[in-house]
C-alpha cells in the first residue's frame, strides 16, 4: 500500500518530522517525510496496509506535545514500491493549503535545564540551548519552511558535535533548527551604556551581578529586550520610572524559582501550573500582606506581575546572585514598540542603562511577554503574546470569508479569521504613532504570509479617526476588498460570543471608551447581539450618561469625572466647598476649579460631551475616596480601587436604580461621597464596584427575561476586575443564567480584532 499524507496545525518547528521518522521506521514502512512552504508536513509512506494504517493511527495518538493537528489528507497513491528506506527530505517550497502556522516560543525544557547545569555536558552553562521541545520558534523564523536558513539561526553553521546530534534519528536534537553550542552557536556578551564590549568570562552570570548591585541592564532576549534592575534595591527602580517615564504604571518582575514567588505572594495550584507551563507567562498574583520587595514595583495594587526565567539565559542570571527577583520589564520608548535590534537598543536606552547584555543573534519577530490574570481558575489574559501567537484559536464555525481584524488603538492585535482558525497577531500596543502602526503592517502581513491567506474582507472600528481605521481603508483600497467598520462593544461582544460559539447573548460591555454608533462616547453597555449566517446588534441599554468635564482632561484628571457626577445631586456651595480641598490635585488649582464650576454650569443647560462609560464611573469614585488623582496610565484608578476593595466589605448596600433603560450611578457616587470619614475606604470602594456589578446584572436579567435570552456574557477590560466579575458570575448563577466571560482571547482592547474578524468573516 502506498499512500500520500499531508498534515496541516502546526507542525513544524515541534519536533513533527522526527516523530514521523520514528514511527515510520518502527512500522517498517519506506518512503519520506518533509515540511512543504505552507507551514505544513506531507508524508509519502509505503508498506502493508496493516502497518500504513497503524502508522496513520499513531501519527494522530502519539503526536508530539507542542504539536496541533488540525488536517489530515490522505490519498491512495498507485504503482509500485519506489523507496528502500525511510528518510527526512528538504524541504519542499509548496504553499497551496493554508491555515497551518509555525509555533510561539516555547519556555526551556526541563531536559534542556537539567544538562544547562550539568558539567559534563558540553552545553553546560550555554545560555542558548535549545531541543527540539524548547526555544524560540516564532520569533526566530523570518519565512517558511521551518528550516535553519530560513531563520535567525542561518549565520551560526553547526560545529560537528552539533551536526551529530542533529542527523540522529535517536537524539532529542534530531532535525532540531535551533541547536547550537558554545563553540558553535550565538554568543552572549556584555558591553557598557556606549556598546563598548566588556572582556569577561562569563558574561551572563556578571550581568546577574550587576543587577544585583543595582544597576539597570538592558538585555536582549528571544523577542526583544528587556530591562532589568534590582527588585529589593528602591533607588535604581525610582531612576528606571524617571527615565521611562512611568511614575506608577507596574513593572513586571522575572523571579528565580516558583518557591522564590511564593515568599512575596500568594499563588494558588492554578497559578503555579500556568506560571511553571511552557507558555511562561506574566501573571499577576496576589501581594503577600508583607511584601518583602520594594514597593516601587507595582504602586498602589494588590497585585504583582511575576514570570519565571523562560531561557538558559534568564535562569543563569540568578546563578551567582542571591535575589528572589529582577525587575524584567519590556524594553519600549514610549507608544513604541518594543526594541529588538541592537543599534536602536544603543540609541534608546542607552543614555539611561547602565550595561547591555547582547547577544549576536539577530531577532526575526518582536514579541512581548503576555500577561494573564486568573480569576478563580479562569484565565483572563491580558495581553496574548508570547507563548501564545501565533498558535490560533479554534472555533465551531467556518466563516465564509478569510477576514482581517485591525483592532482599535490601545492594545492593539491584529487576527485573521481563516475558515474556522482566529490567528491572533503578537502584542503590538496603542498604535497612537507610525513606529507602531508600522510594526501592525508588518505583523499583519507576516502573519497571512506563514498562514497562507488570502484577505477577502477588512474590518475596523467605528471611529472615524484611528489610525487603525485608516490602514484598513488603506488596505481595503489596496487589495481592492470591502471594509467593514466594526462598533467597538460590538467587536467586544461577537469576541465573546465566537469564543463560546454562542448564536445569541444578552451582553454587558464595559470598558474605558469606544466610539458609539451615534458617534457618542459608549463604554457601560448592555448589548443584544444574534448570529445567524450574519451578526446583528442592538443597544439595549446603558449606564447613566456623565459628562466628560473638558473631554480628555476628564480621563488623565478624575476628579473633573467626580466634579462632574457629583454636580447632579450637590449643590454647587457644597461642591465649589470640597473641590477646594482639593485643590492642590489640579494643575492649575483654584483657578482651574471656578473654570470647572462654570463648565458645569453650561453643560446643565447644553449637555455636550457625554459618556455612559464604566470606567469614569470607578475613576470618578478613586477619585472621591483619594486613591488617584491622576491617571498616568490606562485604567490605573480602576486598578487601585480594586486593590484597595479587596479588604473591604458592603457599606452601603444601595438597590439599583434603573430608569428605563440607564443604570443610575450618581446616586451611588453621591453616597459614596456623603459616606467618606463615616464608612472605610476599603468598604466604600467595595460598595462601589458591588453596585455596578449588581446593577449591571439586574439590568441583564431584565433584558434577558424581555426577550427570552438564555445566555448572559460580560467582556470589556472591566471583566478584569475580579470583584465585579464574579459579582455578576453569582447572581446569573442565582437566577439560573447561564454566565459567559472570555478564556481564550483578552476581554480588553486586544480581543477587538478578533471580534472584528469574525463579524467581518461573516458579513455578506
Ligand atoms: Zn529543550
Ligand atoms: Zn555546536
Ligand atoms: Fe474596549
Redesign the pocket.
Known sequence: MRVKIRVTGIVQGVGFRPFIYRIATKNKLTGYVRNRGDAGVEILVEGTEKNVKRFIEQLQMKKPPLAQIHQVLVESLSGEQAYSNFSILKSSKETELSGSVVPPDVAICNECLTELRNPRNPRHAYFFITCVNCGPRFTIIERLPYDRQNTTMRQFSMCTFCQKEYTDPANRRFHAQTVACPKCGPEAYLTTNKGERIDCEDPVREAGKLIAEGNILAIKGYGGFHIATSTLLSEPIAKLREVKYRSQKPFAIMARSIEAVRRFAKVSPEEEELLLSHIRPILLVRKKEKFPLSDLIAPGLHTVGVMLPYTGMHYMLFDKVNEPAFVMTSANPPNQPIINNDKAALKKLGNFVDYFLFHNREIAQRCDDSVVRLHGKNQSIIRRSRGYAPAPIRLKTHVSKTALGLG?E?NVTGCIMLGNKAFLTQHIGDVENLETLQFLKEAVYHLARLINAEIEAIACDLHPKFSTTRLAENLGAQLNVPVLKVQ??Y??TAALMAEHNLDELICI?C????YGEDGGAW?GEIIYAQQSGTWSFKRLAHLEQHTLLGGDLATRYPLRMAAAILAKETSPEKLWEWLKTQKEKFPYGEVEIQLLMQQIEKERKYPKFLTSSCGRVLDAVAAILGICSERTYEGEPAMKLEAIATKGKEALSLKPEINGNSLITSNMVKEVFLNRGKASVADLAFSAESYLARGLATLAIEKALELGVKNVGF???VAYNEHITLTIKRIMEEAGIQFFVHRLVP???G??SFGQAIIAGFAE
Not at 511 to 514: M, N, S
Request: charged fraction near 10%; aromatic fraction near 4%; glycine fraction near 40%.
Open positions: 482599535g490601545l467597538h462593544h467587536a467586544h460591555a470598558d474605558g471608551y469606544g463604554g467582556t470589556g477590560g476581554p480588553g482592547d480581543g477587538i
